[in-house]
């Protein structure tokens, strides 16, 4: 009963854990100086901005180690519309801070995070699972455009009430627009149109039957031409919904997620030099034929699916074929004959072996055609009646012609 009751507190720490969480991620907008207050004592642009991402890293990093383990790690999944699928990013611990200042850098104002109460169990070594099926961050950007990404958010806590793995598995977002941006965008289209009706707008009073019979007058435009609706531009990718400076980042992780064998390799050889550290490392990955370092490689593995079990220029597929004489089954004492153009059986018959002939038997007899000779007695494949004579004017045309 005790162990139950440190699970049930445990449960509503995790809890408070996770909303504290989002409470100091979508209180940075509001933590963070403006650019023009370090440039008030007279400091160049240059070094204000130097000065205020110093300051914001710093912001970051004591984020980070405030909820993350130090083997943090945060799985970010994004939904690519195009694709109509999801493709996972992961980022960990020592980059970290960085993900979280991208995203300000991008234009982002305010970042928050929005759950609803999930499913939560205990797991091995005092460990807590939290998951929310309908989750959503949301971000605010300053041109006013808002952009909400739902999901499924999953949270590892450790024993220390801290998060091993964050993960967020996007599954729809939409970007908005104030509507008063719009409408002032829409404004000058609406006068243009509304001058329009204006010039082509019928002469007051009724018509005459002669004019309405006379031609249709052409239509006349406005003096000045039609003005494009100006549009605040968008700040993220349309097709994956996060701004370019953070998808740039998240293929950056991608590849270092994949070099940490490398990195693995330096670490345990302090001594060498960075080229050294990786001459070495080749040679001993060409040595041994695999991976010295697969131990640390992300337990994912790679997303393309390895073809080594297949020769070069070998089809996967072709292995599962059941056909005579294939290369890929093993015992065939035939390999597969070339491809030769065929007559077709509808014409003359061919003296070499034809479709139903098999390529490893020689002394197959062939099987008899399938086309039955007409007999004298028939006519177009029709039985003739018995007693039935036939036609005089049948044999008048079967007789040759005198006259050549």
């Known amino acids: 009963q005790q162990r139950q009751q440190q699970g049930e507190k445990l449960r509503g720490q995790c809890i408070m854990k996770l909303m ?4 100091h991620l979508s209180s940075f907008g509001a933590s963070s100086k403006p650019l ?10 240059m070094a204000a901005q130097g000065n205020k991402q110093r300051d914001d890293l710093l912001y970051w990093s004591d984020f980070v180690n405030r909820f993350f383990s130090p083997k943090g790690v945060l799985r970010h999944s994004l939904w690519f519309t195009d694709d109509g699928a999801n493709k996972q990013y992961e980022i960990t611990y020592p980059a970290l801070a960085r993900y979280f200042f991208t995203h300000f850098e991008s234009g982002v104002k305010t970042m928050q995070l929005i759950m609803e109460k999930g499913t939560e169990k205990d797991l091995p070594h005092s460990g807590h699972y939290i998951e929310s099926q309908k989750s959503s961050f949301v971000y605010w950007f300053d041109t006013g455009a808002q952009l909400i ?15 091993e793995l964050l993960e967020f598995v996007t599954n729809s977002h939409e970007e908005y627009l104030p509507r008063s941006r719009l409408i002032e965008a829409a404004r000058p289209v609406h006068d243009w149109a509304k001058e329009w009706h204006k010039v082509n707008a019928p002469p007051e009073g009724k018509q005459s039957p002669e004019m309405n019979k006379k031609k249709a007058k052409a239509m006349k435009s406005p003096p000045q031409p039609p003005p494009d609706i100006d549009l605040p531009q968008s700040k993220v990718i349309a097709r994956s919904g ?22 693995n390799y330096s670490h345990q050889h302090p001594q060498l030099a960075p080229y050294p550290a990786l001459e070495q ?6 040595t041994n034929g695999n991976n010295p370092g697969a ?3 992300n337990p994912s593995g790679p997303r393309t699916p390895g073809m080594s079990n297949f020769p070069m220029g070998a089809s996967p597929a072709a292995a599962h074929l059941q056909l005579p004489g294939s290369p890929h089954i093993g015992g065939s004492p035939a390999q597969a004959p070339g491809m030769q153009l065929q007559q077709s059986q509808h014409g003359t018959s061919s003296s070499g072996p034809s479709a139903n002939t098999s390529p490893n038997v020689t002394n197959k007899r062939r099987r008899p ?7 004298e007695n028939q006519v177009n494949g029709t039985q003739a009646k018995p007693g039935v004579k036939p036609s005089p004017r049948i044999n008048k045309r079967q007789k040759p012609n005198n006259a050549s």
């Open 281 to 286: 490392y080749m040679t001993t990955v060409s």
């Open 36 to 45: 023009q207050s370090y440039m008030a004592n007279g400091t160049q642009k």
């Open 295 to 297: 131990q640390g490689q």
């Open 242 to 263: 996060i701004p370019p400076a953070v998808f740039r980042f998240l293929e950056l992780a991608e590849v270092i997620v994949q070099m940490n064998p490398l990195f």
């Open 149 to 163: 990404a739902n999901g499924t958010l999953r949270a590892h806590f450790d024993a220390e009430q801290k998060i």
């Open 20 to 23: 504290q969480f989002a409470d």
């Open 369 to 375: 055609s399938a086309v039955k000779v007409e007999e």
